[in-house]
T-cell receptor
Framework: GQNIDQPTEMTATEGAIVQINCTYQTSGFNGLFWYQQHAGEAPTFLSYNVLDGLEEKGRFSSFLSRSKGYSYLLLKELQMKDSASYLCAVKGGLTGGGNKLTFGTGTQLKVEL | KAGVTQTPRYLIKTRGQQVTLSCSPISGHRSVSWYQQTPGQGLQFLFEYFSETQRNKGNFPGRFSGRQFSNSRSEMNVSTLELGDSALYLC????????????FGSGTRLTVV
């Protein structure tokens, strides 16, 4: 089976750094995604990790440790517009390939002044 | 280029009715996946289509079905609607079944009364 855990809510201050953790237990692993979703909108792609280590993309970085079943999303220089839900998703290993993402329930980030 | 288009955006149906939702992927994308998003369960995988064939299916009852046409457009159908089917239904497309890039549509908000 698949199990993905992330905190339900987090609050941070504008200009600060926040780290959103995600732990997973999956039968098969073909990559981990982070998506951002503003209320009432589609999830938008932030990052993809398939190998261990840190991937940096502007103010956003994502880290993966496959042996620990652990990832985090790091957001720097927080802005008010970063207030959103952040979704961790694992692409499972499926016989024959294919796309199936198992999502955590999301972390609602609130950025305050 | 145009994104993933889902129609309709909003829908209200009565218990027992059936509903059909439509998804037009990004031009050239051949893989279409469907997800159900509810506040309590988060995003849950429904099914995935590639080249008109269902490749993967999630743990949903047989009332949920789908198909994909030769132009990669996809539809999903829910029969005998229940109150619990009220959710945001999201469609995601990617170039092929094993590409890691997924683009989501804005979703169809289904309310069952």
């Amino acid at each position: 089976g698949q199990n993905i855990d992330q905190p339900t809510e987090m609050t941070a201050t504008e200009g600060a750094i926040v780290q959103i953790n995600c732990t997973y237990q999956t039968s098969g692993f073909n990559g981990l995604f982070w998506y951002q979703q503003h209320a009432g909108e589609a999830p938008t792609f932030l990052s993809y990790n398939v190998l261990d280590g840190l991937e940096e993309k502007g103010r956003f970085s994502s880290f993966l440790s496959r042996s620990k079943g652990y990832s985090y999303l790091l957001l720097k220089e927080l802005q008010m517009k970063d207030s959103a839900s952040y979704l961790c998703a694992v692409k499972g290993g499926l016989t024959g390939g294919g796309n199936k993402l198992t999502f955590g329930t999301g972390t609602q980030l609130k950025v305050e002044l | 280029k145009a994104g993933v288009t889902q129609t309709p955006r909003y829908l209200i149906k009565t218990r027992g009715q059936q509903v059909t939702l439509s998804c037009s992927p990004i031009s050239g994308h051949r893989s279409v996946s469907w997800y159900q998003q509810t506040p309590g369960q988060g995003l849950q995988f429904l099914f995935e289509y590639f080249s008109e064939t269902q490749r993967n299916k999630g743990n949903f009852p047989g009332r949920f079905s789908g198909r994909q046409f030769s132009n990669s457009r996809s539809e999903m159908n829910v029969s005998t609607l229940e109150l619990g089917d009220s959710a945001l239904y999201l469609c995601a497309s990617s170039l092929s079944a094993d590409q890691h890039g997924y683009t989501f549509g804005s979703g169809t908000r289904l309310t069952v009364v």
